[in-house]
T-cell receptor, first 115, second 115 residues
């Protein structure tokens, strides 16, 4: 069974540009989560999508946005890039269901460098 | 406000010995806890989880213990192998009642298993 996939693997952008990152969840998973891991920092929650709806967002500015498609894949968009947006962006998916069964499985990440 | 704390940034253990990684949390609403293993520039890999209704969960060489009164959990790896060398993240999730919620991660502990 294929795991969570993300594209692209690496990206270099300049300040002020916009970027779109993509994620395909594990087959059958309806929830997609986005996390940011900046250099030297832990994993910070960005966004949670389920059944095409944004369910929750972390403490990030509105220029971080996304969407989930009918096939449950997801995009993360970052507008007006800033240097501090340089980070590893991780996507995870899970199957919503019974309590204690909702483990999140992560993709390999997209490494974004903003110059 | 760091709700999940891993106070040891690094740990070195001899091959064949036990590795013990610790994690403390402050949010009483957390009721599902997970450990992930992460290599540089890769996504976290799920290792093992424990729910708040248990105090121990085993999977092969990995055992997680939960002490709810102390708000403390630990991951034991026995015996430790050089391939276990990685950064280990503790994560916690509150019970939302509506399914999975975002994970709150600790900052990680870098485990080095010395041959």
């Amino acid at each position: 069974e294929a795991g969570v996939t993300q594209s692209p693997t690496h990206l270099i952008k300049t300040r002020g540009q916009q970027v779109t990152l993509r994620c395909s969840p594990i087959s059958g998973h309806t929830s997609v989560y986005w996390y940011q891991q900046a250099l030297g920092l832990g994993l910070q929650f960005l966004l949670w999508y389920d059944e095409g709806e944004e369910r929750n967002r972390g403490n990030f500015p509105p220029r971080f946005s996304g969407r989930q498609f009918p096939n449950y894949s997801s995009e993360l968009n970052v507008n007006a890039l800033e240097l501090e947006d340089s980070a590893l962006y991780l996507c995870a998916s899970s199957l919503l269901g019974q309590r204690f069964q909702e483990t999140q499985y992560f993709g390999p990440g997209t490494r974004l460098l903003v110059l | 406000d760091q709700q999940v704390k891993q106070n040891s940034p690094s740990l070195s253990v001899q091959e064949g010995r036990i590795s013990i990684l610790n994690c403390d949390y402050t949010n009483s609403m957390f009721d599902y806890f997970l450990w992930y293993k992460k290599y540089p520039a890769e996504g976290p890999t799920f290792l093992i989880s424990i729910s708040s209704i248990k105090d121990k969960n085993e999977d092969g060489r990995f055992t997680v213990f939960l002490n709810k009164s102390a708000k403390h959990l630990s991951l034991h790896i026995v015996p430790s192998q050089p391939g276990d060398s990685a950064v280990y993240f503790c994560a916690a999730s509150p019970y939302s009642g509506a399914g999975s919620y975002q994970l709150t991660f600790g900052k990680g502990t870098k485990l080095s298993v010395i041959p």
